[in-house]
């Protein structure tokens, strides 16, 4: 197959025209109506009313124009993934199970998508570059006293369909313990690679890292986090700008600086890609689409931090790395429990702070989906939101009083999703 990505269409470009248009036109209707009821109203106590409501009811079409815009690029996101990786038997079969898969776990994803939609506290699309898709949504918590502690948030999807509304329920039950969450999109393939992919999570990180006093967060206290993919552009990103640092002779723009992050969270991620390739390969994300991806033979190495850090040139970025902790599943078959463990004893033995935790018989999407559905105590994010508010008595005792997380989704559908889940 080949794959030519300059010639690709823009896999966005459609989608943010469907949006900016309806925002603008439906700003522009509400305006000439507005200025029409102004004329009318002096004597009018019912049109009074209705022109209060104005605002309501255009808020209520921007969240439903975006909405549409929204559910156009998911689908249109799914057909690209088809594309490039065929239409044979095993993906057909897989196609089927993910339908199956995301249908069993509905009654939680339309909740979720409830609140993305139409809570007042998310902020989506908020423009931190100039490229496609350079969007990230804010989650903000309903306290807006002291300042907050802020997650950032790279999102997974195979650096195919990777998309920034995934980290949406993360965010709400982080913003629900005071924590804001900032989740970035980015440029997947074909519409980029895998170094615009890092390109503009470090410029999404910079945004964040820049303007978070605005939406109410504490410089002071800032972690980063990615999830599968997202861990692994993530970790390109936060060594690449560690390199940069060290590197100051070389005058390089640095618009945020590692020292900013107080930690950095790897969930189910693989951090040693010429060590994947094979197990990606027989899993369905073929040798060839890898490499188109990944920029070629030498962009696997270039793009694996855990092949990175062992090059004793550059032991002082490693050594201005964040503490670093990795979560893994050990049932985990899209992304063995194996690549969080060697990257973890890679670091140590480079000197950098990091720790590894293992969930028993976890595998990929347990602990980024089911365990967050089911509700209640879920190791994985207390573990989070511990280190998190650590040194915050306050915050730590408000946690211990916080109710037990609602179930989403009933015990037995989440118990045939994980069965039948293709991941």
Not at 6 to 14: F, H, I, T
Not at 265 to 282: I, T
Not at 310 to 323: E, G
Request: glycine letters at 8%.
């Amino acid at each position: 197959m080949n794959l030519e990505v300059d010639a690709k269409p823009s896999l966005l470009s459609s989608s943010d025209k469907l949006f900016t248009h309806s925002l603008t036109d439906a700003t522009k209707h509400h305006h000439h109506h507005h200025q029409r009821r102004r004329r009318c109203s002096s004597s009018s106590s019912s049109a009074d009313a209705k022109l209060r409501d104005a605002p309501t009811r255009l808020n209520r079409a921007q969240s439903i124009s975006h909405a549409a815009a929204e559910t156009y690029l998911v689908t249109r996101l799914s057909f690209i993934l088809l594309r490039y990786l065929g239409v044979g038997y095993r993906w057909i079969t897989r196609l089927i199970a993910l339908g199956c898969y995301a249908l069993l776990l509905m009654p939680g994803f339309l909740q979720v998508a409830y609140y993305y939609f139409f809570s007042s506290q998310v902020r989506r699309s908020v423009v931190y570059g100039d490229q496609p898709r350079n969007r990230l949504d804010l989650f903000l918590p309903a306290n807006s006293g002291e300042p907050k502690p802020v997650v950032i948030f790279v999102t997974g999807g195979a650096w195919i369909i990777g998309y920034k509304a995934w980290g949406s329920l993360l965010g709400q039950q982080l913003a629900e313990r005071d924590i804001i969450v900032a989740c970035i999109d980015y440029r997947n393939f074909p519409q980029g690679t895998i170094g615009d992919m890092v390109e503009d999570t470090s410029q999404g990180i910079s945004f964040v890292c820049n303007h978070l006093t605005e939406y109410g967060g504490d410089p002071n206290r800032i972690y980063l986090m990615g999830q599968s993919a997202g861990a692994h552009i993530s970790a390109c990103a936060l060594l690449e700008q560690a390199i940069k640092e060290s590197e100051p002779e070389k005058g390089e723009s640095i618009t945020w600086s590692v020292s900013q992050l107080k930690a950095y969270f790897g969930l189910s991620g693989g951090y040693n890609l010429p060590n994947l390739v094979d197990h990606f390969n027989n899993r369905g994300l073929y040798r060839s689409i890898f490499l188109s991806i990944m920029e070629g033979e030498q962009g696997l190495q270039r793009f694996s931090p855990e092949v990175q850090i062992q090059d004793k040139s550059i032991r002082d970025a490693v050594s201005r790395l964040p503490p670093i902790t990795l979560f893994h599943g050990t049932s985990d078959y899209s992304i063995p429990s194996d690549a969080s463990k060697t990257f973890v004893d890679a670091l140590q033995r480079a000197g950098a702070q990091a720790k590894l935790v293992l969930y028993e018989g976890k595998t990929h999407t347990d602990l980024f989906l089911q365990d967050p559905l089911r509700g209640g105590k879920d190791e994985l994010f207390d573990h989070l939101v511990s280190v998190i508010h650590a040194g915050d008595k306050e915050a730590l005792d408000k946690d211990a009083m916080a109710p037990p997380r609602r179930r989403l989704v009933p015990e037995f559908l989440l118990k045939l999703a994980r069965k039948i889940s293709p991941f």
